[in-house]
């Protein structure tokens, strides 16, 4: 039996001089003995002659870029058309080489594959919010036609951020980085590819915000300093306990990369010192029988934290992660995290997707029997951001939504029948719903969990079993939009809100368009609209000329016009001088939150200081119009016997180009250049410090309110993580309450 202690190697650790022809052939065939050798040289040659003497900011030549990101795609796996369409990524975009002459030499396979990644480097998301929505929309409809584009892209966009400290404007930096951890990052973590996703996140994080990731390191670096000889211990403990019981596996640990720790803090509210998984132990039998016989050895001899074991084989996430996670409590009382896996689920765990490419029936290729092992059709994990696009609406819309299922955690729920319905963090029974089918969510009126009904806002648990109870014609609700949390949801609800508006906008224009005959003494019918459909360019039919008065698109005036031509528009104004206004009544088709009224003030609460981003609801006082909560302010428990007073309410998309304030609360230590430290977080982070106050004074610390402009919560959830990785500061978080 061999165990084995071991650490993983970094990802960056790329080589410090250019990959050469043999070396990147060797690397290809150390997996894949059958790689067409001839092939790869070609398509290495053929690059480094197309780019000829372009250079990069780095100063190296450009050629060694698309052979790097060739050598990320070996660590990965792929099939000799991936590594090929690597070497070849820039000539559509950079050189004068065409699509035929691709195919002609490589052939048509690696010709669409590059041409695809050439695309996708086109669509590159711009700085203006609408051209950026739109490209996103065509980028996810072109990755989702071969995922192997999506995979060059992922390592194309890996050796950038490598190589992003070269690129002399600071703003294009900043810029790029935002949009690998927005875009890039999450992507590949929904495909599975761990090892990628991390390191684009921590390259990443150094650009945005490099104090905190400085911090960060040196607390890494002291922590590695006192408890070197403590990993050393856990690891030959863990190795004799298995090999005691005659287990066969891999033992290695891997220290938590510094984003992963900066979004725990910012998540959990904690300091660096309570971070209890900072370095884990990864456990790899052979069988998944022998993964539980581990985990039990495990449990029988440590103490086990409760809450803090996971069963990812048998409930395996949607990436297709497979794995026994649980934290334990080691022999000095410290909290051990422990993974255990098979080999293959390692495998899966790392490269995700790439791992179903495998060398079988002495061919390299797509394995279906390895994607089924592992959750089936990789392309389902974007598959919810392709139907989101099917739903229509705007591009706006659509990347609003996209980056929620991108960025949240999943809880893991069940269907009466048993079948596991996957959802991010926070979601409700109406995500349960769409997350079933669009039908049963657009007829969905209550719920049943665990056997008990609960209201629809009711946040969805791990294990929960969730039954829909349907009602009649679909219908949306008021406030389901701010209740939601998926895209899928969102974008099904607000689809049936066009699909309603529409209705009621064709039925409010067929009543303009019978009352405009009525004042001419005529008799309206729908054979009247043939005629006008030829005058009306912009109509299909005569519901779409409706809709388009109901909606104010279309004037009374113009409407008639096309109905007469022979008439002119003064001939038309003469009858319609005194044409209704649009009413209360109707009125409310154009206002998102029809529950405002005009002339009543609003309020921010001051229980809760909403800002943008948190999910609010109104309250109706008498003479004091509509105060603001957030959705989880202590504030509204005393309301709740008045619920007839209360009003759904959201944020107007108007309202992203706005400031708000928030208040953090924190104790800083009593020491020289602590306030300034704590200031230059704040201005680093895009923060504006609009007020400071202090609270209590000791020698060793002080308490203080910092009052800052921020652009919503999740930027306000950044700054607050960012001070608590400074040296300087004990604790810090976000307070809600007024302090006087």
Known sequence: MTIAAEILAPLDSSPKEILRQYELVDLVRA??????????????????????????HSGDPYYAHPIEVAGILTSLKMDTAS??????????????????????????????????????????LSGQVSKQAENFQKFVLAMSKDLRVLLVKLCDRLHNMRTLHYHPKDSSRQRIARETMEIYAPLARRIGVDRICTELEDLSFKHINPSAYESIRIKMDQ?????????????????????????????YGREKRPYAIWRKLERQGISFENVSDIYAFRIIPETVEQCYHSLGLIHQKWRYVPGRFRDFISVPKPNGYRSLQTTIMGNDNRRVELQIRTAHMDEVAER?????????????????????????DPLGRIRSMVEMIEDGGDADEFLENAKLDLFTDKVFTFTPEGDLISLPAGATPIDFAYAVHTDVGNSCIGAVINDQELPLRTVLNNGDVVKVIRGGTPMPQPGWENIAVTGRARSALRRLQRENEAEEFRDLGRKLAD?????????????????????????????????????????????????????????????????????????????????????????????????????????????????IHTIDCEGLVELEDQPERWIDLG??????????????????????????DVTKIIGESGGNLNNIKTLNRSPAFFDMILDIEVVDNRHLSHIVAALRASAYVVAAKRTRLEVV
Not at 353 to 375: I, L, M, Q, T
Not at 592 to 619: M, N, Q, T, Y
């Open 223 to 251: 922590w590695r300093e006192n408890r070197e000889g403590l990993i050393s211990q856990t690891s030959v403990m863990l190795r004799d306990l298995l090999a005691e019981n005659g287990i066969e596996a891999l033992v």
């Open 352 to 376: 995700g997707v790439a791992a179903h490419w495998a060398y079988k029936n002495e061919s390299y290729g797509f394995d279906p029997e390895s994607a089924a092992r592992s959750g089936g």
């Open 515 to 627: 009352h405009a005959f009525a004042r001419e003494d005529l008799d309206f019918s729908d054979t009247i609209m043939v005629d006008a459909l030829t005058r009306l360019p912009s109509a299909n039919n005569a519901d779409d000329i409706y809709e388009q008065l109901g909606s104010g698109q279309l004037s009374v005036l113009e409407f008639m016009t096309a109905v007469f031509p022979a008439r002119t528009m003064e001939d038309h104004q003469d009858h319609f001088f005194t044409r209704d206004l649009i009413d209360n009544n109707t009125a409310r088709l154009y206002i998102k939150g029809a529950g405002l009224r005009e002339g009543v003030s609003l309020r921010l609460g001051d229980c809760c200081s909403p800002i943008h981003g948190d999910r609010i609801i109104g309250f109706m006082s008498e003479g004091r119009g509509i105060q």
């Open 83 to 124: 590594i090929c369409t690597a070497l070849l990524h820039d000539v559509l975009e950079d050189t004068a080489t065409s699509h035929e002459e691709l195919s002609k030499m490589f052939g048509e396979e690696i010709a669409t594959l590059v041409e695809g990644v050439t695309k996708l480097s086109q669509l590159e």
């Open 31 to 56: 997996y894949n003995p059958g790689v067409d050798e001839a092939l790869l040289n070609k398509a290495y040659v053929f690059s480094m002659k197309a780019h000829g003497e372009q250079m990069r």
């Open 651 to 676: 944020w107007r998309r108007a309202a992203e180009a706005t400031v708000s304030i928030g208040r953090v609360s924190a104790t800083v230590e009593h020491v020289p250049g602590a306030l300034a």
